[in-house]
């Protein structure tokens, strides 16, 4: 995919949670560039959450087009949909889903056994093993020191960071990131941003985070803001 390719295109989109429900997401357009990182920021209602699980390919939507890595996610079955984010999307999720029986570099090299494509990208790299110690050490957890430790007795900061090297092995194609700051203190949301900045940038990857901190923008090339974006929101200033 060149660097002019699109990542993400969006078209016509609408999604509900129920047949006849409210529409709580209406995107006409939007388009993301491959190798672009992009931060999509907005406030709680806004419909962050949903469109993060649309680009996942964990939901679809009730109408419209969602192109992403080239593949039109409204043509393939749930099942396909999950082979297609295990190969293809990085996803970093608020809550982690660590596997607590699995050490730290067992919980990173997770994504390669889930997913052949992966698995031979980071074999290209070097070796499962060693790039997920590669991450692990640039995030400052080295397996030497952490790697005998459950993840369960990990700090909330050190767990996070755990997720955000799963979610990198194998360079997929597009990594989202929910709140991947939420639980880093200042020292260490510049490290992580640093880091994930560099890995995208040197695999051509595509980089969404989606946060509510405004203040995270200075480390991206763009920012959607969901208030603008979403037109199933009520206008500013008026009732809901």
């Known amino acids: 995919m060149t660097s002019s390719a699109l ?3 969006i078209t016509d989109l609408t999604f509900s949670w129920e047949p006849q429900g409210p529409v709580i997401l209406s995107i006409e357009n ?3 560039k491959a190798g672009t990182q992009t931060l ?3 406030p709680s209602g806004s419909g962050k959450t949903s469109l993060l699980n649309i680009l996942s390919g964990v939901t679809v939507p009730t109408t419209g087009s969602v192109e992403i890595l080239g593949q039109e996610m409204t043509a393939l079955n749930a099942q396909a949909r999950d082979k ?3 190969d293809r999307v990085g996803v970093i999720f608020q809550m982690f889903n660590l596997l607590p029986y699995l050490s730290i ?3 990173v090299m997770l994504s390669c056994m889930f997913s052949s494509e992966r698995r031979t990208a980071a074999l290209d790299g070097g070796g499962v093993e060693a790039q997920a110690r590669y991450f692990l050490d640039a995030l400052q957890l080295s397996p030497s020191e952490f790697g005998g430790r459950p993840v369960n007795t990990l700090s909330i900061g050190q767990q996070q960071r755990v997720a955000v090297a799963r979610a990198l092995i194998g360079n997929p194609g597009l990594v989202i990131a929910d709140e991947p700051t939420s639980a880093l203190d200042a020292r260490n949301r510049e490290m992580f941003l640093n880091l994930i900045s560099k890995v995208c ?3 051509n990857t595509t980089l969404i985070v989606v946060s509510h901190d405004e203040a995270l923008f200075k480390h991206f ?4 803001d969901m208030e603008t974006l979403n037109s199933a929101l ?3 200033g008026m009732p809901a």
């Open 7 to 9: 990542a993400i295109r």
């Open 30 to 32: 939007l388009t993301v």
């Open 40 to 42: 999509i920021t907005g």
């Open 84 to 86: 297609f984010r295990a």
């Open 105 to 107: 570099l067992e919980n």
């Open 201 to 203: 940038k040197e695999n």
């Open 221 to 224: 090339d763009h920012r959607i």
């Open 234 to 236: 009520p206008m500013k």
